[in-house]
C-alpha cells in the first residue's frame, strides 16, 4: 500500500555552545498531517477498571483512601481516617478511558508485541520498525515520523535514535510528543529534514 511520503525541514541557527534543538510538540489533531492511506490496527476493548491511587505517594498518610467516584481530568480526592477530605490537583492526572471513567496517566512506554506503546493517556503513541507515531485513539488522526536505520531505542518515556549528526529524542508527554536533540560543539548554521507520513485524516502540518 502506498503512503504519502512529506518531509519536514528545521533551519537551526545555532552556532556554538551547548543548546537543546527543537522543543517541538507535536499534537494528535487538527493542526498535524492530513491523510494518508493505511492499515488499521484492530485494538482489543478492553474494559478499564480504574485502581485507588496509593494516598504516600500523592503526599497523604496511608490512612488515606482515593475516591474514585470524584476523580476529574485535573483532580483527585481521598477520604482521610479523620473523616475530612483532600484534594489533589495537577495537569493532565487523569485520562477518559471511556465515558465518564477516568484512569491514571501513565506515559511510559511498554512492550506490545515488536512495538512499544503508550495507550494510558489521551493520546496515544507508538514506537516501531516504521518510526515514531501519535494519535489521537478517538479519530485515528495522527502522523509518523519516519526513523532511518530501524527501530528507536526505548527508555522509560523516551524513544531515541542517531540521525543526521545528532542524537534525536522524543519524550511523551499529556499533549502529545517532545522532540529534542542536544548540540554539543559548534556546527554553524544547520538544516535538518525529517520524513513524515499523515494519519487518517488530519490537517496539514504546521510550525
Do not use: C
Amino acid at each position: 500500500m502506498n503512503e504519502d511520503r512529506h518531509y519536514l525541514a528545521l533551519r537551526l541557527g545555532r552556532v556554538g555552545g551547548i543548546g537543546i534543538i527543537g522543543a517541538l510538540i507535536i499534537a494528535a489533531g487538527a493542526s498535524i498531517p492530513s491523510i494518508r492511506d493505511r492499515i488499521a490496527r484492530t485494538r482489543a476493548a478492553e474494559p478499564v477498571v480504574p485502581v485507588a491511587a496509593d494516598p504516600v505517594a500523592w503526599g497523604l498518610p496511608a490512612t488515606a483512601t482515593e475516591v474514585l467516584a470524584k476523580r476529574a481530568k485535573d483532580a483527585k480526592h481521598f477520604r482521610n481516617a479523620d473523616g475530612t477530605s483532600t484534594a489533589v490537583f495537577g495537569r493532565d492526572i487523569h485520562y477518559e478511558a471511556s465515558p465518564g471513567v477516568w484512569d491514571d496517566v501513565d506515559l511510559t512506554f511498554r512492550a506490545s508485541g515488536p512495538d512499544h506503546v503508550v495507550e494510558k493517556n489521551r493520546l496515544h503513541s507508538r514506537v516501531s520498525v516504521n518510526g515514531i507515531e501519535i494519535e489521537d485513539p478517538a479519530t485515528g488522526k495522527g502522523v509518523r515520523w519516519r526513523t532511518p536505520a530501524g527501530k528507536p531505542a526505548v527508555s522509560g518515556k523516551k524513544a531515541t535514535f542517531s540521525d543526521q549528526g545528532l542524537t534525536w529524542e522524543y519524550t511523551t508527554t499529556s499533549q502529545g510528543l517532545k522532540a529534542s536533540a542536544t548540540v554539543s560543539s559548534r556546527r554553524g548554521p544547520q538544516t535538518y529534514t525529517f520524513q513524515y507520513a499523515q494519519l487518517g485524516g488530519s490537517a496539514e502540518f504546521t510550525i
